[in-house]
């Protein structure tokens, strides 16, 4: 299996405009998860799937963070309008067994927002 | 909310040396442990997990962790550490969060070890 894929590996963008983030799971996983890596906090948990379904939303930051998947090989993270504070690596992770199973993670994306 | 702590967030060491990397959590309940590793431009990957059984597992790489519970620990060990050992590792504790988990993680340790 190719494991979990993410594009693009890198995003630059200017302060305003929109950001979509792509994440494809490791085919079979039931659970998709959105994680966010700053200096300042660390890993983050963003949001998670199980079967399409968003369980917990509870890490999204602010209302201009969305994250849809509407498919089980599909999930987007999306940042509208974006702003210099959301540079981060933001990665994928998919398991699956669910949350207490291990989680597999994509290579990331890496955003800088000027 | 639960904790992860990582007291040591910068190691350096020489190659052949052995490491202990610190873990401890705050929750009192049933958990799951994990170390995961992240090689400088690569992804995080799974050294090791503990969900039950014996509290020392045996990871990849020669790595191995012991759950203490009484302490609320699951450091992480390598007897003789290599120059290929320069990741930064990351300590996650699965813990209840409302009717599911949440897996939560430490802050890092960078490790880098010197030729």
């Known amino acids: 299996d190719a494991g979990v894929i993410q594009s693009p590996r890198h995003e630059v963008t200017e302060m305003g405009q929109e950001v979509t983030l792509r994440c494809k799971p490791i085919?079979?996983?039931?659970?998709l998860f959105w994680y966010r890596q700053t200096m300042m906090r660390g890993l983050e948990l963003l949001i998670y799937?199980?079967?399409?379904?968003?369980?917990?939303d509870s890490g999204m930051p602010e209302d201009r963070f969305s994250a849809k998947m509407p498919n089980a090989s599909f999930s987007t993270l999306k940042i509208q309008p974006s702003e210099p504070r959301d540079s981060a690596v933001y990665f994928c992770a998919s398991s699956l067994r669910g949350t207490t199973d291990t989680q597999y993670f994509g290579p990331g994306t890496r955003l800088t927002v000027l | 909310a639960q904790s992860v702590s990582q007291h040591n967030h910068h190691v350096i060491l020489s190659e052949a040396a052995s490491l202990e990397l610190g873990c401890n959590y705050s929750?009192?309940?049933?958990?799951?442990l994990f170390w995961y590793v992240q090689y400088p431009g690569q992804h995080l990957q799974l050294l090791l997990k503990?969900?039950?059984?014996?509290?020392l597992v045996k990871g990849i790489k020669g790595f191995e962790a012991e759950f203490i519970k009484s302490k609320f620990s699951f450091n992480l060990r390598k007897p003789s550490v290599q120059w290929s050992d320069t990741a930064e590792y990351f300590c996650?504790?699965?813990?209840?969060?409302?009717?599911?988990?949440?897996?939560?993680f430490g802050s890092g340790t960078q490790l880098t070890v010197l030729p």
């Open positions: 929750y009192g309940g049933t958990v799951n």
């Open positions: 085919s079979g996983h039931d659970y």
């Open positions: 799937f199980n079967n399409n379904v968003p369980i917990d």
């Open positions: 503990y969900f039950s059984g014996d509290p």
């Open positions: 996650a504790v699965n813990t209840p969060k409302g009717s599911a988990r949440q897996l939560t």
